[in-house]
């Protein structure tokens, strides 16, 4: 079966400070990965996606930024963090970009 | 773009009933998708039902169900014989090209 993993699952860090939150799938192949946002009592915002090594589409733009180097392995970074990153963020994978998507734990993040 | 509106931010339900959580969408694609995901306050988005636009039988999981009427452009969620354990946040959400969630709605079992 496949499973989803993403840490760590909580980060407190200071403005101005690098980021680097890592998602991992088991279990499939050449999945479609996304990181996702959620504001504390908000709902999703889509941040990026992949559909493959290498391939990144943004969907806002921010002060973030996303990398795929294995076929299983999503990073979302950051070079300097602001107050405003502050919150959950969720990574997923689907087998179709139209299909259902599949959920890790999330990291709670506070930007101090 | 596609829209997806949930206008219940907060719904109420006594143990064993059933609910009915809305749902409405805006979208120009021919072929899309729509979802339904719980968010209990762990945080975790599980997965609960999906229905295909070309679907002419209204998905069914277990106590939930999806009643969706095209025309309208709704696809709400039905829970059946609610327990305390549904108690979480619901999103709805559709997919053609992207990917689109919902605000959400807060729901409460009442014991």
């Known amino acids: 079966s496949q499973t989803i993993h993403q840490w760590p699952a909580t980060l407190v860090q200071p403005v101005g400070s690098p980021l680097s939150l890592e998602c991992t799938v088991e279990?499939?192949?050449?999945?479609?990965l996304y990181w996702y946002r959620q504001a504390a009592g908000r709902g999703l915002q889509l941040l990026f996606y992949s559909v493959g090594i290498g391939q990144i589409s943004s969907e806002v733009p921010q002060n973030l930024s996303a990398s795929r180097p294995q076929d299983r392995q999503f990073i979302l970074s950051s070079k300097k963090l602001l107050l405003s990153d502050s919150g959950f963020y969720l990574c997923?994978?689907?087998?179709?970009?139209?299909?259902?998507?599949?959920f890790g734990p999330g990291t709670r993040l506070t930007v101090t | 773009a596609q829209k997806i509106t949930q206008t219940q931010p907060g719904m109420f339900v006594q143990e064993k009933e059933a609910v009915t959580l809305d749902c409405t969408y805006d979208t120009s694609d021919q072929s899309y998708g729509l979802f339904w995901y719980k968010q209990p306050s762990s945080g975790e988005m599980i997965f609960l039902i999906y229905q295909g636009s070309y679907d002419e039988q209204n998905a069914t999981e277990g106590r939930y169900s999806l009643n969706f009427q095209k025309a309208r452009k709704s696809a709400n969620l039905v829970i059946s014989a609610s327990q305390l354990g549904d108690s979480a946040m619901y999103f709805c959400?559709?997919?053609?090209?992207?990917?689109?969630f919902g605000t959400g709605t807060s729901l409460t079992v009442i014991p």
């Open positions: 997923a994978w689907s087998v179709f970009l139209a299909g259902e998507q599949y």
């Open positions: 279990g499939t192949s050449n999945p479609n």
């Open positions: 959400a559709t997919a053609g090209n992207q990917f689109y």
